[in-house]
């Protein structure tokens, strides 16, 4: 077997390279290869590599190279995990939207818009070569807007399935709560990308007994100060929303917080100057403990999992995915990409049946499901018009004159990154 991850420098590698070590046995990989254009972070993550699959007696080729042609061929899957601009354009996207009152974001609102456009023709280009090297082979998107990343995939016709680690990270978190193994917790897990909600929680899988409310009532006081959200508002909703939510549901106590402190963007550049210099040491053959405050928490098993179940060997029955709605929820289109829980095999992701969905979270999901729309007609058509009529339609922005102004911002941040501008 051969996977390829494209973005194969990043300083979340060797996260992945521990997984795929540790998990030999669900994902047998006889061949993988780091693609990277950076050949200085390649040389340190991949002599890593090295060092982490030598320790942990994996006896797979482990491969480096710029050239995508040459990466992708023969491969069964490709993971891509890029970021086009790097730290820098992710910390414009987190700064300047601050300036109108709104908050800055790497994957929502205007630094979210900001990197789908910086994004979308560059991953739609990779795939383009998957497809001509390899047209069998798997996409398993974890570039940041997943959504909108996959969305774009699916309709260019690719054999693409999104990948988030919000929902593996609920997982674990309750099975530690419930004193259960992880594999025994099933979520009832539904949304968009980054607009999610735990609206069961079932031991054993999808049949399984439904423990969300004793676990609310129970650790409703730990959960709530893990999203930073006020416990009243857990009780009241009944469900657990994922973090991302306080952007919304707290959008103007964020943006006084990220007014007053250094931007995440900048947090995770020093983290990634500290975590090269280490991967530089020729003694280091395990991933450090740095790597795990830059984010990205279970990430690795959330691959090999999905990995393993869409080639057929083994994996999780049922995992949480993005991909196309196909009526899942019928108060979106169908060519909606949603986040939800799906058999996954061979023939990809079959969302499962979703219990009817409270208009309080419907409503949501259906007014980012039509910025998503939009966001996508700008990063596939450019243009100012594009841009505006996205970030008006974004419920964390909404008035003209904001989105006026982000508008050129946006753009003007931008211009290296937009063939149209």
Request: glycine share 10%.
């Amino acid at each position: 077997m051969k996977l390829t991850v494209v973005g194969g420098g990043s300083t979340y590698t060797p996260e992945l390279i521990d997984g795929f070590a540790r998990l030999r046995d669900t994902l047998p990989i006889e061949e993988l290869v780091l693609v990277d254009p950076a050949p200085e972070r390649l040389e340190l993550v991949g002599g890593l590599a090295h060092r982490i699959f030598a320790r942990q007696g994996h006896s797979g080729r482990i491969v480096t190279t710029d050239d995508v042609d040459t990466g992708v061929e023969g491969a069964d899957a490709v993971l891509l995990q890029l970021r086009v601009g790097g730290q820098a354009a992710r910390e414009q996207d987190e700064t300047w939207p601050l300036e109108c009152g709104c908050v800055g974001q790497e994957t929502t609102g205007a630094g979210g818009l900001a990197k789908a456009l910086r994004t979308v023709p560059v991953v739609l280009g990779i795939a383009e070569r998957v497809r001509r090297t390899n047209p069998n082979a798997w996409i398993i998107d974890f570039t940041n807007p997943v959504g909108i990343v996959t969305r774009a995939l699916l309709q260019a016709g690719h054999k693409a399935v999104g990948l988030c680690n919000v929902a593996i990270g609920f997982q674990r978190k309750f099975a530690g709560l419930l004193g259960v193994e992880p594999a025994d917790v099933h979520l009832e897990h539904v949304g968009l990308n980054h607009l999610t909600w735990e609206t069961g929680v079932r031991l054993g899988g999808p049949e399984g007994e439904n423990v969300l409310p004793g676990l609310l009532a129970g650790h409703s006081e730990a959960i709530a100060a893990d999203l930073r959200l006020p416990r009243p508002l857990l009780d009241s909703l009944g469900v657990v929303p994922s973090y991302y939510l306080r952007y919304y549901y707290a959008h103007d106590e964020v943006v006084r917080e990220l007014r007053t402190k250094p931007s995440r963007a900048a947090e995770v550049a020093e983290m990634e100057r500290q975590l090269l210099k280490m991967y530089g040491d020729p003694e280091l053959d395990e991933k450090p403990a740095l790597l795990a405050k830059r984010g990205g928490a279970y990430y690795s098993e959330a691959a090999v999992d999905l990995a393993a179940a869409l080639l057929g060997g083994g994996g999780s029955p049922y995992q949480v995915v993005n991909a196309c709605n196909r009526g899942t929820l019928p108060f979106l289109p169908d060519d909606a990409v949603i986040e939800v829980q799906a058999a996954v095999g061979p023939k990809g992701p079959a969302p499962l049946p979703v219990p009817a969905v409270d208009p309080l979270y419907a409503g949501l999901m259906a007014n980012v499901t039509a910025y998503e729309d939009l966001a996508l007609e700008a990063a596939l058509r450019g243009g100012r018009d594009r841009v505006f009529r996205a970030l008006l339609a974004h419920p964390l922005i909404g008035q003209y004159a904001y989105a006026d102004t982000l508008t050129d911002q946006l753009i003007a941040h931008n211009r290296e990154h937009l063939a149209w501008a």
